[in-house]
């Protein structure tokens, strides 16, 4: 991975790389300027909807209000998208790198707070007008997503309120024209989205729903600010005085209840470009700047919102497909959602256990080396497989029926969790896998015995090694704390979950014994000979019969509810670990790129002192090389830090609520269980005291 | 050593506890008859031995004093029954079964496992798991007891046992009745008497027809009885063992969960600690299900399977005499016919048929009385594990509405 990025100076790793950051960025920085709230609201959206591939096509997607060009536009990314490039989906950037090259915009940093000058709807206006000219710029030079200039379009933000669109300072109109390349680009966006949307559904009839999560969800991306950044330095003026009269669009196509009426230029687009869309899309209202309330758009909101957003899915139906060795279980996967950008609102397909091993595969390529912690699947089993596979359906022993239903759980619980990611949810991978109705390709690398498994048996040797022998000073105080404490929660979850193992174990013998028990008793009734007695142990054994089936429902719930639920967090920690050490090879990759420039330069202060030239000439060029690469590795490993910390923050504030969660539930079945029990002894009682 | 060491240590606990419990049970056992009351006032665990306090209260003129206590072990218990069963005059009785061996084992030997256990697990959930043990043994130490004492007071209660020479002995006599045990001659004696007696029984039960349906009947009915409740003693005692290792894994999920709160810190630790405290408690009422049906249910199961028992030896007992009888007619004819010894046959018969005689209608009256026993135990038992099994069914159900309830509030 790393050294796939290495070539492409720069910007294209930081379009892909920065991701993360210009989130975070936004959350905080978007309490201070009107634009960036504007910007805010759609946050969790993006994440959401706008999975990695998005950010690559953006810049060849010339956001030029020419049909043509946007059908061009929507085609790469459709590429993208159904080809499902894993990890690298934002890295396909990289061809594009702007002439303007991350120096600049880094520059302008720091001079965006002295301009202040740009106000939020001026700049929106700008981005009307920029729709034209600036849009060309982008699309022409293909500027990708270098999230730097987020940076500034952030800085601009929260630069101040005085706006003055037509501010002399140079930098001020550079950064208006950002800010305005930004809102064309958002425009430009959409017009993918709108493509996109399609390929994920994968038929033709797209719902506008789909059309506007799209528009609402992409807006100020990555690719954005590229555009931005680029027409910042390319395209300085000339936007700046059309830009005032346009109407401020941008706000309206932000706004969820807007969100169907893009911005006028864009609508007349979009029904030429992509007829199947529906036509919802165009009577788009010039909206009226709505300044959104300044709301603060802190974690807990950002969460909370999510929570409107609820996605269901059951796993359920296991059937056996096929006979002998060759035979698999295909499960029934139902999806009830609101989050709008799915075509519907309760749906089903089928599907087999190695997809969903495959799913898992495909969004750790694509999200891991990002620092996302991805549910693990459920493990394969060799041996209650082939039970399966041996055993014909019809006699199937309860033996292999609770393996099955074991793992139809945990398919859901699986499904659930990942689906409960916003930004695991909207990978076309894992839309694709709850949509598409129909068989997914199979996936050939989940299977143990297979080449690609060996090979993965090889990387996770190799890795354990790597893990076991590096040792990264940690220079973070929250990752060496948060490392600490994952390990000893690992361990002791560990422990915990062997505690619980041996209370189901001991309560489904509690259950079999309490069986045999009142078997016995029915017989010592038959033969008691004094008739009152004899009744009364006849209810006694009903009653154990009775006890029998809540102890193992109870010890059902005790499986099901603790002890999975605790496996799975102890997988969960296994994939915080992965995380984790990710993090440590992105640290790895800096250190070495900080050798090696420490090695070149060496190496050409000795070029100096020999005074050769033209080794000099050379070492200068390879100083730069690596200093570059030193840089970018350290913004990789500043970003991955920060992508780390939110998701473990994340998966804290979850973990809590499903512990809680669990055990609530869990109470209340024993308390099922002991309501149960008191039914059954009184019940018994009167014939107890019927004995004479 | 160790274990023994702690389990000396208990035993001044088991010295209060016995005595805490003693008027509890002696309130159960029915006396119609107050003329002589024994109980076992106190028990004193010492290394492999038990020492029973053995209290008499009489009215009985034969009794030197009207109170009086001697210390008894359980040989001594033993060798009570056996001058019982010995005697021939009891033949038509069912003589109460002898008290089962006190037997620790089992509990010492989850002791050791726990000491070896000890560096695996944290301090607290050792301590528990101790606690638990020690309160294990209590309880079996404390069934013990009762049973020696159960043992008797129905010999105290029954007309003709109580005037019994060597029970007086038994209660009275101050020293230590030296009875030893059995040595390896007589233990062999003994096994060849039983493997006899089994044969015998067994050739009997195919060989001799018995005349009298009632007998017939009770007899069929004794050995199906006897083997089901056998089966039904050993599930219940599985069943409650079962009980005991799901309120034990309690302990195991309490103290991980309470250590998982320390780890998680203030977001979860206050939830979890309620979480862990109500396991915690839900184990002692789990415990006392189990103890209880133990205590209920399969005590009273396994005291009828050594009173079947018993009344199945009197039945063979009536069987040998009703052989004894039929042989004794068949040597009187044969007497007769040669004409030779008639007058001694004649009496042997006439022996043989008294005894026949008496013993018949004696058992039919013990008989009559098992049967009253057994179902009046029944009874009282099977309403009082109802009444403990709802109290703690309740009680728990109650525990966890309370736990919800808080968490909820959180």
Redesign the interface.
């Known amino acids: 991975m790393a050294d796939s990025r290495e070539p492409p100076p720069l910007f294209n790793d930081d379009d892909d790389s920065h991701k993360d950051d210009d989130n975070d960025d936004l959350f905080t920085s978007a309490v201070q300027s009107p634009v960036s709230e504007l910007t805010t609201p759609e946050e969790p959206r993006r994440q959401e909807g706008l999975g990695d591939p998005l950010t690559s096509p953006s810049p060849a997607a010339s956001p030029t209000p020419d049909p043509p060009s946007d059908s061009h536009a929507g085609n790469p990314t459709d590429l993208f998208e159904s080809v499902g490039e894993p990890p690298v989906g934002g890295l396909s950037s990289v061809s594009l790198e702007s002439p303007t090259g991350g120096e600049g915009t880094q520059q302008e940093l720091p001079s965006d707070p002295d301009t202040t000058l740009v106000d939020a709807p001026c700049v929106e206006s700008a981005n009307m007008s920029s729709f034209d000219a600036p849009v060309e710029d982008a699309g022409t030079t293909g500027v990708t997503g270098s999230d730097d200039v987020v940076g500034t379009a952030e800085s601009v933000d929260q630069s101040s309120p005085p706006a003055n669109s037509t501010s002399d300072s140079v930098p001020a109109t550079s950064e208006v024209l950002i800010e305005s390349s930004v809102a064309t680009q958002e425009l430009a966006d959409t017009d993918l989205s709108l493509h996109d949307s399609p390929t994920f559904l994968g038929d033709g009839d797209t719902t506008e729903i789909c059309l506007d999560d799209n528009a609402k969800e992409v807006s100020l991306d990555d690719e954005v600010d590229d555009s931005a950044l680029f027409n910042a330095t390319s395209a300085p003026k000339l936007q700046l005085s059309q830009d005032v009269p346009e109407p401020p669009v941008p706000a309206s196509s932000i706004l969820p209840p807007m969100g169907a009426p893009l911005t006028p230029p864009v609508a007349p687009i979009t029904p030429t470009v992509t007829p199947n869309l529906t036509p919802n899309v165009t009577p788009a209202a010039p909206a009226p700047v709505t300044p959104l309330p300044a709301v603060r758009q802190s974690p807990e909101e950002l969460e909370a919102e999510s929570g409107d957003e609820f996605i269901e899915i059951q796993v359920s139906d296991p059937q056996k497909i096929g006979e002998g060795m060759s035979s698999y279980m295909a499960y029934k996967v139902t999806t009830k959602t609101n989050i709008t950008y799915f075509r519907k609102k309760n749906w089903s397909v089928t599907r087999r256990f190695s997809d969903f091993l495959g799913l898992h595969g495909k969004l750790v390529e694509k999200h891991l080396h990002s620092g996302r912690i991805i549910p693990p699947a459920p493990e394969k089993s060799a041996i209650g497989t082939t039970k399966i596979k041996l055993g014909s359906d019809k006699t199937a022993e309860s033996g292999s029926q609770d393996f099955i239903e074991k793992r139809r759980a945990s398919l859901e619980r699986y499904m659930n969790r990942t689906g409960a990611h916003p930004t695991l949810r909207a990978d076309p991978d894992f839309r694709e896998f709850i949509e598409l109705d129909a068989e997914l390709p199979r996936a050939t690398q989940t299977s143990a015995l297979s080449s690609a498994g060996v090979l993965r048996l090889f990387n996770r040797v190799g890795e354990t090694v790597n893990k076991m022998t590096f040792k990264m000073d940690e220079s973070d105080q929250w990752f060496e704390e948060k490392t600490q404490q994952i390990e000893s929660l690992d361990a002791q979850l560990r422990k915990l979950h062997l505690a619980m193992e041996g209370l189901v174990a001991y309560r489904r013998e509690l259950a079999v014994s309490t069986a045999s028990f009142a078997k016995s008793a029915a017989i010592l009734s038959s033969v008691e000979e004094h008739s009152a007695l004899s009744r009364a142990l006849h209810q006694l054994a009903e009653s154990t019969e009775r006890t029998h089936t809540i102890h193992h429902a109870q010890a059902d719930a005790d499986f099901y509810y603790l002890s999975e639920i605790t496996k799975d967090y102890i997988q969960l920690i296994g994939a915080v670990k992965d995380v984790f050490h990710e993090r440590v090879k992105t640290f790895q990759t800096w250190q070495h790129a900080q050798s090696m420039l420490a090695k070149k330069r060496e190496a050409k202060a000795k070029a100096e002192l020999a005074g050769r030239m033209d080794k000099v000439q050379q070492a200068q060029e390879e100083v730069a090389e690596w200093e570059v690469k030193v840089e970018r590795s350290q913004e990789e490993f500043d970003r991955i830090s920060r992508a780390i910390k939110k998701e473990v923050d994340r998966f804290d504030v979850v973990r809590v609520k499903d512990f809680k969660d669990m055990l609530v539930k869990y109470l209340e079945a024993l308390m099922t269980s002991q309501q149960q029990i008191i039914k059954v002894w009184e019940t018994f009682m009167p014939e107890a005291k019927a004995i004479a | 050593m160790l274990e023994i060491a702690r389990l000396d240590g208990m035993e001044e606990v088991l010295h209060s506890e016995t005595n805490g419990t003693k008027s509890g049970r002696s309130d159960t056992v029915d006396l119609n008859d107050n003329s002589l009351q024994v109980d076992i006032s106190d028990a004193l665990s010492e290394r492999e031995k038990v020492k029973f306090t053995v209290h008499t209260k009489t009215t009985l003129a034969d009794y030197a004093k009207p109170e009086f206590s001697v210390v008894r072990q359980h040989e001594e218990f033993i060798w009570l029954h056996d001058r019982f069963e010995e005697n021939e005059d009891y033949a038509g009785y069912i003589i109460p079964p002898p008290p089962p061996r006190p037997d620790f084992d089992a509990s010492r030997e989850k002791l050791q496992k726990l000491g070896e256990g000890e560096g695996s697990m944290t301090k607290e959930e050792f301590n528990k798991m101790k606690q638990e043990l020690e309160a294990e043994y209590l309880a079996t130490f404390k069934k013990t007891v009762a049973m020696h004492e159960v043992f008797l007071t129905r010999l105290a209660q029954h007309s003709v046992f109580r005037t019994d020479h060597n029970f007086k002995v038994f209660l009275e006599y101050e020293q230590d009745l030296s009875v030893r045990t059995k040595n390896k001659k007589e233990k062999v004696e003994g096994l060849f008497k039983s493997f006899n007696k089994s044969t015998d029984e067994l050739l009997l039960a195919a060989t001799q027809k018995d005349v009298d349906d009632y007998f017939e009947k009770e007899k069929g ?1 004794l050995l ?2 006897h083997t ?2 056998k ?2 003693t ?3 005692d ?2 409650t ?3 005991k ?2 309120a ?3 302990i ?2 309490s103290t ?2 309470s ?2 709160g320390t ?2 810190g203030p ?2 630790e206050k ?2 600690n309620k ?1 862990a405290d ?1 396991f915690e408690k ?1 184990r002692k009422v789990e415990g006392r299900v189990s103890s209880d049906e133990d205590l209920k249910l399969s005590d009273t199961l396994r005291y009828y399977v050594r009173d079947g028992s018993a009344a199945k030896d009197l039945l063979y007992r009536r069987l040998r005499c009703l052989a004894n009888y039929e042989q004794a007619n068949k040597n009187l004819d044969r007497a007769r016919a040669k004409n030779k010894d008639v007058h001694a046959a004649e009496l042997a018969q006439q022996n043989a048929c008294e005894k026949f005689e008496l013993i018949t209608n004696k058992a039919k009256e013990e008989l009559v009385d098992f ?1 009253g026993r ?2 009046a135990a ?2 009282k038992n ?2 009082e ?3 403990l ?2 109290k703690h ?2 009680a ?2 109650q525990l ?2 309370n ?2 309830q808080a ?1 909820q509030e959180e």
């Open positions: 009915f199906e009885y089901a409740i089966d039904t050993t599930k219940a599985k069943m063992q079962a009980h290792s799901v034990d894994s309690y195991k999920l991980g969960l250590q998982l780890i998680e977001r979860l939830f979890i979480v109500t839900a049967k057994r179902v029944f009874r099977l309403i594990l109802a009444e099994e709802l069914a309740k728990q159900a966890l509405k736990c919800l968490l």
